[in-house]
Structures are given as structure tokens and as C-alpha cells.
């Protein structure tokens, strides 16, 4: 027998879904084969206490890390609520399966010359007491799934809010060099006003100059609206109005780190871990319980037995049966539609396998590719760059080269810096989407 299931306070679950995720989170090597197992436990134990002083206003008046948002998220993001509802409603038919069937009362008052005749029936129905523990299986089923999806649904958003927070730190980082390269481009802009106007320099190069500046004022325009956009993104998941929000994000991306996610054998783990697969597979087990209790009980529909007591002068009390017989109908359209049910999620189950092994396969490529061409700038290109702007500065000391050539060596050491910068957040997106996977997390 499946043990029974209790309720307990909204805030517990999300406060005990919160310390599931966020605490693989924040491992630098995700092992997460167990939080499906761990959850339910969660969803199921009512005396797992809620973290200390955690609140989402708590998390959002310090700046933000990418832990701190993906707490706050799941404290304040009204979806958590909505599948907590979700769960609710699951449980709500666990309840209604287990439910006992109402006695029936009839009576019956015949008048005749001599005096009224009063007919008593009190009738139960078997068929439902004895078809229960097929019903309440499926049901207990169709529970497991949701407890499943609404799992998913977690780990969904906490990686959903990673990737908005790293997507809103880069974006920060690259508004502030574009803003770098703006101060630099203006000054080159005014000293070649200042040439021109002395003779120095021809119409040509004030023109080139002026135009350099207007390219910077435009891409620094473009740069505020995309950061003000990626705000606006985590802004949404962290389930507040960035009106008037005063909320902060800390620090700037790391560098890669020194140790890797371990990629071998990344489809296999994914597809062990996939919550969505388990989610059909368990939907589909429900779907065959329904089935092969719609065939049970076809053949006995409508099953009654119970008292018959009727006033003859005396009472004569009797057993009484009742059943309909299935001519017309023998329950065939709920048996076909749970068996079609059955298969369709077997077929989604298929299909998401297919999505998991392939994403996988691409998410490891990706990963990859990223970290090289991250560590590639970060260990070649951006000395590289240095070196050019340190030996255009001694040839501009000595007097072999203009300032212009200098301002351009410093243009372009700061937009190496800024590919750099978006480097980095591929990297960090293509290591949360493999985390995603590793967590069980849904195929992006």
C-alpha cells in the first residue's frame, strides 16, 4: 500500500524545495541524482523547517549573487506558487479516489383501501468499494507525476534565473567598456578637432574621427537598452516590477574554472536524471491503471446490495441486490481513451528521449567549445592586446607615431576585453545548461 499523503504549510514547500535546489546550485560539480527522491521526501515530511531570516525582500536589499537570486526567485516567483496549487489539486483526486460510497435511502408509501404500505430500501455500492484500490492507484499515480513536474518546474526556474543573471552581468560589464571606449573615442574626436583647427591633421581624418565618435555614442545607447533588458528578464523570474526596484547584482563573471564538468557519458546521466521522462512514464503508468480498472469494472457496473424492509401488518425485513447489465454500453470509451492516453505519453516519452540525447550531445560540444575560446582570449589574446598597447605607448613617447594610433591601440585592447566579456557568458549559459540537464532539468 502506498503511504498515505499529508499536507503542510505553502510556505514549508517552497522553503524546503528551496534548500534542494539552491544548494545544488551552488556545487561547482552537480550531482543531483537523487532529487527527485529527495524532493518527495520534502513534499512529503511536514517537520523539515524553512531556512532561518529567509525572505525574498531579505535577498534582494544585498546584492545579488547568482545563489542569493535563485533563492529569492523561489521564495517570491508566484509560478512556485501556481504549481504548488498544481500539486494541490493532484492530491485533491488522491482524496476523492479514496473516498467511501454513500449509503442510498429509498422509500416507497403505497395507499390502499385498508391502510398506506411503507417500503424501505438501504442499498451501498460494492462495485465502488471493491474497484477502490484500482482507482486510488491511479490516482496515487497521476500524483507522482505531478509531484514530478512540479519538481521539474523548480529546477527549471533556478537555472532559468542563473542564466538571466549571468546574461544581466554581462550586459553591466559590456555597458560599462563601451562606455570606456565612448571617453576614449571622444577624446581622440576633440583632439583631432583641436589638430584640424591648427592644420594638422586633413578634412579626412577629423571626418574619420567624428564619425568613430557617433559609431560609440550609438553602440553605448545599444548597450544601456540591452542591460536594461536583461534586467528586465531577471527582474520577471525573480517575480518582482522593476519600476522603482532598487535591487543590485554583485561582482562580475568569474573565469572559468580550473576544473570542468565532468562531460563523459553526459547523455546517459541526462537521461537518467530527465525529470520530464519520468513525468511521462509515470503519467503513463496512470493511464494503464485506469485502463485495467475501466475493464475490471465493466463487467459489474453499477454493483449494489443492501436492506429491503417493507410493512405488512409486520415488517419483513429481506437482502437486496442491485446491478445494471451491460447491453448497451460496457465502459469501451473510457477504457480506449485511458489506453490512448497510455500511448501518447509513451510517444512523448520517446520524443524527450530523443531531445535529451541530442541536447546533451550538444551541450557537452558547446561547453567545450566555449571554455577553449574563453581560456583562449583570457590566456592569449588579452596579453597580446596589452603588449600592442604598451609598445604603441614607447613609440609614441618617442615620438614615431600620433596620438590617434595610440587612442585606436586602447580602442581596441578595451573591445577585445569586451568579447572576452561575451566569451564568458557563453560559457557560463553552456555550463548551466549542462547543470540544467545533470539536474534534471527540462531540454531549453
Not at 139 to 158: F, K, M, P, Q, Y
Amino acid at each position: 500500500m502506498k503511504p498515505q499523503r499529508h499536507a503542510f504549510p505553502r510556505p514549508l514547500f517552497v522553503a524546503s524545495l528551496l534548500g534542494l535546489v539552491t544548494a545544488a546550485c551552488a556545487r561547482d560539480q552537480e550531482s543531483l541524482t537523487s532529487i527527485k527522491s529527495s524532493a518527495d521526501a520534502r513534499l512529503r515530511d511536514s517537520r523539515t523547517p524553512p531556512p532561518r531570516d529567509e525572505s525574498a525582500e531579505r535577498l534582494l536589499a544585498s546584492p545579488l549573487t547568482a545563489d542569493s537570486a535563485t533563492r529569492a526567485a523561489l521564495l517570491n516567483n508566484a509560478r512556485v506558487r501556481a504549481a504548488y496549487e498544481e500539486l494541490g489539486i493532484a492530491r485533491a483526486s488522491v482524496v476523492d479516489a479514496l473516498r467511501l460510497p454513500n449509503p442510498e435511502l429509498d422509500a416507497a408509501i403505497r395507499f390502499s383501501k385498508e391502510k398506506p404500505e411503507i417500503e424501505l430500501l438501504a442499498m451501498l455500492g460494492l462495485g465502488e468499494l471493491l474497484f477502490l484500490p484500482l482507482r486510488a492507484g491511479a490516482a496515487n499515480a497521476e500524483l507522482d507525476a505531478t509531484r514530478t513536474e512540479v519538481v521539474g518546474l523548480i529546477v527549471s526556474l533556478a537555472f532559468d534565473v542563473r542564466a538571466a543573471f549571468y546574461q544581466y552581468q554581462a550586459a553591466l560589464q559590456t555597458l560599462e567598456l563601451t562606455r570606456t571606449v565612448l571617453r576614449a573615442i571622444e577624446a581622440s574626436a576633440d583632439a583631432a578637432g583641436h589638430l584640424h583647427d591648427a592644420g594638422n591633421i586633413t578634412d579626412l581624418d577629423l571626418a574619420t574621427e567624428r564619425a568613430f565618435a557617433e559609431e560609440a555614442r550609438v553602440a553605448t545607447r545599444r548597450a544601456d537598452t540591452e542591460a536594461a533588458e536583461a534586467r528586465a528578464r531577471l527582474a520577471n523570474l525573480l517575480g518582482v516590477t522593476d519600476a522603482g526596484s532598487t535591487w543590485t547584482a554583485a561582482g562580475r563573471l568569474a573565469d572559468p574554472p580550473r576544473e570542468e564538468l565532468a562531460l563523459d557519458a553526459l547523455e546517459g546521466r541526462a537521461l537518467q536524471q530527465s525529470l520530464e521522462l519520468q513525468a511521462t512514464h509515470q503519467h503513463a503508468d496512470a493511464a494503464a491503471q485506469r485502463a485495467t480498472a475501466e475493464k475490471t469494472e465493466r463487467w459489474v457496473p453499477g454493483l449494489k446490495a443492501g436492506v429491503s424492509a417493507r410493512d405488512e401488518g409486520h415488517w419483513a425485513v429481506g437482502p437486496a441486490v442491485s446491478v445494471q447489465l451491460p447491453l448497451f454500453y460496457q465502459g469501451r470509451g473510457k477504457i480506449d481513451a485511458a489506453l490512448g492516453e497510455e500511448r501518447r505519453q509513451k510517444a512523448l516519452g520517446a520524443a524527450s528521449a530523443i531531445d535529451v540525447r541530442n541536447a546533451a550531445h550538444a551541450a557537452a560540444t558547446k561547453l567545450t567549445a566555449a571554455r577553449e575560446n574563453a581560456l583562449r582570449y583570457r590566456d592569449v589574446l588579452l596579453p597580446l592586446r596589452q603588449r600592442v598597447l604598451e609598445e604603441t605607448e614607447l613609440h609614441y613617447n618617442a615620438m614615431t607615431i600620433g596620438v590617434f594610433q595610440l587612442l585606436a591601440a586602447k580602442r581596441d585592447q578595451i573591445a577585445t576585453a569586451r568579447t572576452y566579456v561575451e566569451l564568458l557568458r557563453d560559457y557560463w549559459l553552456a555550463r548551466n545548461e549542462v547543470q540544467r540537464m545533470l539536474a534534471g532539468g527540462g531540454v531549453r
